[in-house]
């Protein structure tokens, strides 16, 4: 069993943007209201959170999250990680909470939040980070994940496939502009692919819609889905433009696996 939900689906600057009267940001469809992308991933026996955007505590208290055993990350830019001081409510001095990630994320994350990394703060109430390095595939529980390498500019990225006895379930693709060869390899045959494409136009570091497209009918998974989206993307009207079995992600979207 695997289940995703997602805690949210816009870009750096969420959905509604600060300072902008377009139409989707002053859309009354609650699936237009974007806040910083990440998911929620339950198993039977691990919970573990990817990501944890500056709104991850409104997250976990609108899908009332009581369990997180771990978090991935998949690079350090600020939307990804700032609301990491929040994990405090799953961690405690006798509990360390396992983080995972790149080493370069891992240097970020210990500098940002150096009063966590550094020993200094082991007190009730405050976050106790354990980190791990991502080298290679690795296992939480009966779930197999594998980091897939992408290209994000200058920043070292990781998507994740995530495997339970042999079947590819489910691959998180959050901010790519172009994935490895071996990434794509992995991703053959996945049931389930969630890709970023946050714009229309092309994009220096992130895959557009047509790009994203392009990656879905090259790789042909049985589902996919769009993420990461700004305001260039009303739910319904985009809804409308996709292939069959391509689908517009939303804030609280739950998919399962049985």
């Not at 509604?16 to 974007?34: L, T």
């Not at 889905?225 to 939303?250: G, I, M, R, W």
């Amino acid at each position: 069993m695997l289940a995703i939900t997602f805690l949210g689906t816009g870009t750096s600057m969420g959905v509604p943007s600060i300072r902008c009267d377009c139409p989707v940001c002053r859309s009354k469809d609650p699936r237009d209201n974007r806040m910083r992308s990440s998911v929620y991933i339950q198993t039977e026996d691990v919970c573990w959170i990817v990501d944890t955007g500056a709104e991850f505590r409104i997250q976990a208290l609108r899908e009332n999250i009581s369990r997180v055993d771990a978090v991935l990350y998949t690079h350090s830019h600020a939307d990804h990680i700032m609301g990491f001081d929040d994990l405090r409510r799953f961690s405690s001095v006798h509990k360390p909470i396992p983080i995972y990630a790149s080493r370069q994320t891992t240097e970020t994350l210990r500098r940002v939040f150096h009063y966590a990394f550094s020993g200094e703060a082991r007190l009730p109430g405050y976050v106790n980070p354990e980190p791990h390095l991502i080298e290679g595939p690795f296992r939480f529980g009966n779930t197999e994940i594998s980091p897939i390498q992408v290209e994000h500019g200058t920043a070292h990225v990781f998507g994740f496939l995530f495997r339970q006895q042999g079947r590819s379930l489910a691959a998180y693709l959050s901010d790519c502009k172009s994935v490895s060869p071996d990434g794509l390899n992995l991703l053959h045959g996945v049931d389930t692919l969630i890709i970023g494409t946050p714009c229309r136009r092309a994009h220096p570091t992130h895959m557009s819609l047509a790009e994203g497209l392009e990656l879905i009918a090259d790789l042909q998974p049985k589902r996919a889905f769009v993420t990461h989206l700004s305001h260039d993307f009303a739910h319904v009207e985009t809804q409308k433009e996709l292939p069959e079995d391509v689908y517009v992600a939303y804030d609280g979207l739950r998919l399962t696996w049985e």
